[in-house]
C-alpha cells in the first residue's frame, strides 16, 4: 500500500506565503506524476499544479507566477510553493502522486493524500 502525507497548510493573510509537502511511502516502485489539486467549499476539486518525473510543470492559470512546484525524487516528496495568497485560494488542498507500487505493475495507480486546509484571510 502507498500513502501519501500532506503538511504545511494554515492561516495566512493575503499577499502571505505557504509551502505544502507531501511525502509519498509505502510499496513503491517509481512514481511518474506528481500534483496539487485543491477544493473550494461548494466547488469541484480542481488541478492547481502538476510535475512529471522529469521535471516538467504544469500550473492552473490562476496561480500562474505565485505558485510553485517542485519534488525530490530521493525523497518521494512534492512540494508546493505559494507566495502572493488570495482569498480565493482558500481550499483543502490534495496531493497526487501516479505510483508503479511493485515491478510487475505496468500502469500506475493513482493516490491521494487525505488533504490539508489553507485559508487565506485577514
Known amino acids: 500500500q502507498v500513502q501519501l502525507v500532506e503538511s504545511g497548510g494554515g492561516l495566512v493573510q493575503p499577499g502571505g506565503s505557504l509551502r505544502l509537502s507531501c511525502a509519498a511511502s509505502g510499496s513503491i516502485f517509481s512514481i511518474n506524476a506528481m500534483g496539487w489539486y485543491r477544493q473550494a467549499p461548494g466547488k469541484q476539486r480542481e488541478l492547481v499544479a502538476a510535475?512529471?518525473?522529469?521535471?516538467?510543470?504544469n500550473y492552473a492559470d490562476s496561480v500562474k507566477g505565485r505558485f510553485t512546484i517542485s519534488r525530490d525524487n530521493a525523497k518521494n516528496t512534492v512540494y508546493l510553493q505559494m507566495n502572493s495568497l488570495k482569498p480565493e485560494d482558500t481550499a483543502i488542498y490534495y496531493c497526487n502522486a501516479l505510483v508503479r507500487p511493485t515491478i510487475i505493475h505496468v500502469k500506475p495507480d493513482t493516490y491521494w493524500g487525505q488533504g490539508t486546509q489553507v485559508t487565506v484571510s485577514s
Open positions: 510535475i512529471s518525473s522529469g521535471g516538467s510543470t
